[in-house]
C-alpha cells in the first residue's frame, strides 16, 4: 500500500525550507498536483510496487595498468580498453528517468526544487558509472562521441550518476515518456469526446471513429515499446589537457 499523503507532505516541507515561493508551485491551486508534484506520488508509488532503485551500475578499475571490470549490475560491458583511452561499450538492461530533459520541458515549474528535496534519484533512478586507478587529472566524459560532463579523478573514483546528465539514454528515455504522454491522451481524447458524451445516440459513426482511434492507440504503444528498447552506447573518457 503507498502512503502518498506523507511523503507528499514530508517533500513539501523541506522544499518549502529551501525556498517557500517556488515551493507553493509543487501544489499551485492546493488541489492539482504540477508535474513535480506528480513526481512525488509516483516514486511512492514505484517504490511500493518494488520497483529497482538502479538503472545500472558499472565500475571499472585502471590501476594494474589493464583495465577490468570490477562489477557491472544490470550492465553489459564489451570492447574494453586503454589501448589510446579508456574505451568500452556498454548496454544496459533498462533506461533512466530523464530529469534533465523534463527540467527544460517544465523549466518554469519546481522541478528542481522537488528533485533536492526528495530522494527520487537515489531510490528510483540510479546509473552510476565508477572508475579507480586514473592518473590525476580531469576528463571528459564522451558517450557516443557526444562530451555528457567533465570529471577528475576522484569525483570518477566516488562514481557519478549518469541519470542526472543529458546522455543518449535520457534523450532515447524521453522519447518514451514522449510517446507515453501520447498514448494517455489519445486513449482519454476517445473516452470524453466520443464513448461517454454520444453513447445515448448509438451513432455507427462513433463506433467506426473508436475503431480508427483504438488502431492508432495500439501502434502508438507498439512504437512505445520499440522505443523503450535500451541501446549499446560507445564510452569514452579524454583527458582535458
Same mark, same amino acid.
Given at each position: 500500500?503507498?502512503?502518498?499523503?506523507?511523503?507528499?507532505?514530508?517533500?513539501?516541507?523541506?522544499?518549502?525550507?529551501?525556498?517557500?515561493?517556488?515551493?507553493?508551485?509543487?501544489?499551485?491551486?492546493?488541489?492539482?498536483?504540477?508535474?513535480?508534484?506528480?513526481?512525488?506520488?509516483?516514486?511512492?508509488?514505484?517504490?511500493?510496487?518494488?520497483?529497482?532503485?538502479?538503472?545500472?551500475?558499472?565500475?571499472?578499475?585502471?590501476?594494474?595498468?589493464?583495465?577490468?571490470?570490477?562489477?557491472?549490475? #544490470?550492465? @553489459?560491458?564489451?570492447? &574494453?580498453?586503454?589501448?589510446?583511452?579508456?574505451?568500452? !561499450?556498454?548496454?544496459? $538492461?533498462? =533506461?533512466?528517468?530523464?530529469?534533465?530533459?523534463?527540467?527544460?520541458?517544465?523549466?518554469?515549474?519546481?522541478?528542481?526544487?522537488?528533485?533536492?528535496?526528495?530522494?527520487?534519484?537515489?531510490?528510483?533512478?540510479?546509473?552510476?558509472?565508477?572508475?579507480?586507478?586514473? #592518473?590525476? @587529472?580531469?576528463?571528459? &566524459?564522451?558517450?557516443?562521441?557526444?562530451?555528457?560532463? !567533465?570529471?577528475?579523478? $576522484?569525483? =570518477?573514483?566516488?562514481?557519478?550518476?549518469?541519470?542526472?546528465?543529458?546522455?543518449?539514454?535520457?534523450?532515447?528515455?524521453?522519447?518514451?515518456?514522449?510517446?507515453?504522454?501520447?498514448?494517455?491522451?489519445?486513449?482519454?481524447?476517445?473516452?470524453?469526446?466520443?464513448?461517454?458524451?454520444?453513447?445515448?445516440?448509438?451513432?455507427?459513426?462513433?463506433?467506426?471513429?473508436?475503431?480508427?482511434?483504438?488502431?492508432?492507440?495500439?501502434?502508438?504503444?507498439?512504437?512505445?515499446?520499440?522505443?523503450?528498447?535500451?541501446?549499446?552506447?560507445?564510452?569514452?573518457?579524454?583527458?582535458?589537457?
Amino acid at each position: 500500500m503507498a502512503e502518498l499523503n506523507a511523503h507528499v507532505v514530508q517533500v513539501l516541507a523541506k522544499a518549502n525550507e529551501q525556498n517557500g515561493e517556488e515551493a507553493r508551485k509543487i501544489i499551485p491551486d492546493r488541489v492539482h498536483p504540477s508535474f513535480a508534484g506528480h513526481l512525488i506520488m509516483a516514486e511512492e508509488l514505484l517504490k511500493s510496487w518494488g520497483a529497482r532503485a538502479v538503472v545500472s551500475a558499472v565500475a571499472i578499475d585502471t590501476s594494474a595498468g589493464q583495465p577490468q571490470v570490477k562489477s557491472a549490475e #544490470h550492465a @553489459g560491458i564489451t570492447a &574494453l580498453s586503454a589501448e589510446h583511452l579508456l574505451e568500452w !561499450t556498454e548496454l544496459d $538492461d533498462a =533506461l533512466p528517468l530523464p530529469f534533465q530533459s523534463w527540467q527544460s520541458l517544465w523549466g518554469s515549474g519546481p522541478l528542481k526544487l522537488v528533485l533536492s528535496s526528495s530522494d527520487v534519484a537515489e531510490a528510483l533512478n540510479r546509473q552510476s558509472l565508477r572508475v579507480t586507478g586514473l #592518473h590525476d @587529472g580531469v576528463y571528459t &566524459l564522451e558517450i557516443d562521441g557526444q562530451p555528457v560532463g !567533465t570529471f577528475n579523478n $576522484d569525483q =570518477l573514483a566516488s562514481g557519478i550518476n549518469l541519470a542526472l546528465l543529458e546522455t543518449p539514454m535520457t534523450k532515447q528515455a524521453r522519447e518514451v515518456y514522449e510517446l507515453t504522454v501520447a498514448h494517455c491522451n489519445i486513449h482519454n481524447d476517445r473516452w470524453r469526446t466520443i464513448q461517454v458524451p454520444l453513447t445515448e445516440y448509438d451513432l455507427p459513426q462513433s463506433r467506426a471513429a473508436m475503431e480508427s482511434i483504438d488502431a492508432l492507440e495500439q501502434a502508438v504503444v507498439a512504437k512505445q515499446h520499440e522505443a523503450a528498447q535500451p541501446k549499446p552506447h560507445k564510452y569514452a573518457l579524454v583527458p582535458v589537457r
